[in-house]
């Protein structure tokens, strides 16, 4: 599942919707919805963000959370090494192959150290 997928599942339950009643209302199939919540698609397109806002009614910061949470949340990610030195292509490539044997710890971790790597730079 996808921090994305997450939360429109979240939200969904949380107003009482079902995937079929609110894929007739976006225009969409209950598969494809299906799918996202369960992280086997991709990042969704602005415009059925924009649909999902206004079908549940979301304004302001709760619909820029659910937008962020979109660019964060493609499952097939690609790390372009190229021109960067030989310990940045080994690095992304063993966090690759391991990511999914990580600890939930040890994402945090990771995360919060690339976090505060990023705001020092």
């Known amino acids: 599942m996808t921090p ?3 939360a429109l599942r979240e ?20 598969a494809y919805l299906s799918a996202l919540e ?8 602005f415009d059925f ?6 079908y ?3 304004i302001w910061d709760e619909a820029e959370a659910l937008f962020r949470l979109a660019e964060q949340s493609d499952p ?24 999914g044997s990580l ?4 994402i945090q ?3 919060m150290l690339l976090e505060n790597a990023a705001n020092k730079g």
Request: charged share 20%.
């Open 76 to 99: 097939r990610v690609v790390i372009d090494t190229g021109g960067l030195p030989p310990a940045y292509t080994a690095f992304a490539n063993l966090l690759a192959r391991r990511i």
């Open 4 to 6: 994305f997928g997450e």
């Open 11 to 30: 939200l969904r339950k949380r107003k009482g919707v079902t995937q079929q009643q609110m894929a007739a209302a976006l225009g969409v199939s209950s």
């Open 109 to 111: 971790e990771m995360t």
């Open 49 to 54: 963000l924009q649909r999902v806002a206004g």
């Open 38 to 45: 369960h992280g086997r698609r991709g990042r969704p397109s």
């Open 56 to 58: 549940f009614h979301i």
């Open 103 to 106: 600890e939930p710890s040890v």
